[in-house]
Structure formats: structure tokens, C-alpha cells
């Protein structure tokens, strides 16, 4: 298990996957800790947080899981039931907020900014247990609601990835409703393909993967909506070896908040149910994401483990 621990807290036999600085002073190495100047390097640099794989190595030090053991269902101190019964309230009223306004643009209507404005500030500022709830319903949602549930969990994260980045307040709810409205696409594509259980045909998955360019055609035609929505719309599915698509943009070529977008996005897509698989358990999606940073954002990825634990 992938596990962040105060760099105070390393210690020899460790097996390091990451420590949080700049990549110049220690690069991508992976190593099993062995040696002083190593053990030095690491507590006089920068960082404030190592990341090491407790399957790997040794794991004495107390730290904190990267998964989200602090999901509300899983622990029953991570929400009471009152932050519980409001967060549900919350998602409901946001999913039905969220249906009506993709809906109407999807069908060529307008978008109505007051639909989606209180749920814009909603998730900017949800507390954990809100956050840990939308996860819970996102595992469990039906499969008419896949798309509206996946785009609210989304919506959030990305939010609070942007916060724990430090990003300024406008920025935060940009992605927070660039997250909302990303698969928009979907809603144009027929259930029978989107929820088919079953191998798809090279033509399903050509539709399927048409959805970035189909939301962005809808998109661009709301001329009030920030360009960086459009380009999160457009861009979600790129990967940064250029194994995504649709246009196959690899590295540099994909923004700072693209990159935000499709690190939540898959996370999501991973510890969500759907109608072929179970949802996986946090630490192992974000230990698959870790490992494939030729994919990845890896301090996203990083970075986001710790916003879920915290
Ligand atoms: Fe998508």
C-alpha cells in the first residue's frame, strides 16, 4: 500500500516511491532506502512528505494510508450523521440541478447559469464528509444517473484538487464546473451503447469515444462559457504519452488543468460501480494511476490522494 509519511518520519529499509519536491533532486527514482546520504538527502530537502510502498518495504513509521480511509463509509468518524443526512440532501438537489441544465443544452437549449451557479459554490466549498459521500452514491448510482453522479464526483474533486493546489477561488469553481460539464457528450450517445455489459464493437467504441468532440460541439455554442471548459471538454481522455484521444496530445501539449480533469476523471472512473464492474478501493486506483506516470500527471496523482485522505 502506498502510504505518505512526514519526511521526519523515514527510516532505513523503507522502499521510497516519491518524495514531494521538485523532480530535479531525486528524479523518478523508486528505491528501498539503505544508505545515510540518502536518509540525509531526503530529510534536508524541501519536501515535506515521502510517499513509500509499505508492500515493498518496511513500514514501521506511522503514516497515513494515500487512500481515502476516511471515506464515510468505511469510517464511521469521517462524518456524523448530521453532515451525512445534509450531504445527501446536497447531492440530490445538486444531481437534479445538474440533469436539468445538461440536459437542456444537450438538446440545443440554453444553458441556464442559475441552475448551476448554487451547485458551483456547493462543491467549491464541500467539506469532507460531503466529498466522501459523493463517492459513496457514485459506487452505488444507477445506471440512468451514471453520467449526471460520475459528473458531480468529478466536479468536486477537481475542486478539490485545484484547492490543495493552491489554486486562486475563480480557478477552484472554473474546474468545479468544467468537471460538471465535461461528459456532456455522453448525453448524446444512446443508452443501449453507453451501458452495453459486454465487448464492444470497433463502431461503440468510435461513438463512445466520440464524446469529448460531441460536448465540445455543444459547448461552443455558449459563447458565455470560459474557453478553458471547452478545453477540459475537448481534451479529458488525452494522456500524456499520447495514447488518449481524440487528438492523441501528448505532454506539454496538454494544459495544467486538462491534466487536473483527466487525473479525477479516471480516478473516478476506477472506484465507481458500473454495470460490468465494482468500484475499486481508493488506494488501489491511486497506486494503478501512481504507477503509470507515462499516463499521468504523477504529482497530481500524489496530490490528490492526499486531498481525499485529508
Ligand atoms: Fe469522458
Redesign the pocket.
Known amino acids: 500500500m502506498l502510504t505518505r509519511i512526514p519526511k521526519t518520519a523515514i527510516e532505513k529499509g523503507m522502499f521510497v516511491e516519491a518524495v514531494e519536491c521538485s523532480e530535479a533532486l531525486f528524479g523518478k527514482r523508486r528505491f528501498v532506502l539503505k544508505s545515510d546520504a540518502d536518509l540525509r538527502a531526503i530529510r534536508q530537502c524541501p519536501a515535506d512528505f515521502v510517499v513509500i510502498n509499505t508492500a515493498a518495504g518496511s513500514a514501521r513509521a506511522a503514516g497515513s494510508p494515500m487512500a481515502a480511509g476516511s471515506r464515510a463509509g468505511a469510517d464511521p468518524h469521517a462524518a456524523g450523521s448530521m453532515d451525512r443526512a445534509r450531504a445527501a440532501v446536497i447531492m440530490s438537489d445538486s444531481v437534479r440541478a445538474l440533469r436539468q441544465g445538461l440536459t437542456g443544452i444537450a438538446t440545443g437549449g440554453e444553458l441556464d447559469m442559475k441552475l448551476l451557479a448554487p451547485i458551483i459554490a456547493e462543491m467549491a466549498d464541500a467539506d469532507p464528509a460531503t466529498t466522501s459521500l459523493f463517492f459513496e452514491v457514485s459506487r452505488l448510482k444507477s445506471k440512468d444517473e451514471t453520467t449526471f453522479q460520475h459528473s458531480l464526483a468529478v466536479s468536486v474533486l477537481m475542486g478539490k484538487l485545484g484547492d490543495a493546489l493552491g489554486l486562486d477561488r475563480d480557478t477552484v469553481e472554473l474546474l468545479v464546473l468544467s468537471g460538471m460539464l ?2 456532456v ?2 448525453l448524446s450517445i444512446s443508452n443501449g451503447i453507453l451501458q452495453k455489459q459486454g465487448k464492444l464493437t470497433v463502431a461503440e467504441r468510435a461513438t463512445i469515444q466520440s ?2 468532440r460531441r ?1 465540445h460541439q455543444i459547448l461552443q455554442k455558449h459563447a458565455d462559457l470560459p474557453p478553458e471548459a471547452l478545453e477540459i471538454c475537448l481534451h ?2 488525452e494522456y500524456l504519452d499520447g495514447s488518449g484521444y481524440p487528438a492523441r496530445l501528448s505532454g506539454a501539449e496538454i494544459g495544467p488543468l486538462v491534466r487536473i480533469a483527466t487525473v479525477c ?1 479516471v480516478f473516478e472512473a476506477l472506484t465507481s460501480a458500473r454495470p460490468y464492474k465494482r468500484g475499486w478501493k481508493t488506494a488501489d486506483a491511486l497506486a494503478w494511476m501512481f504507477d503509470r506516470d507515462q499516463q499521468f500527471d504523477r504529482k497530481l496523482v500524489l496530490r490528490l490522494g492526499a486531498c481525499i485522505d485529508g
Open positions: 465535461h461528459d457528450g455522453k464524446h469529448p460536448g479529458h481522455h476523471d
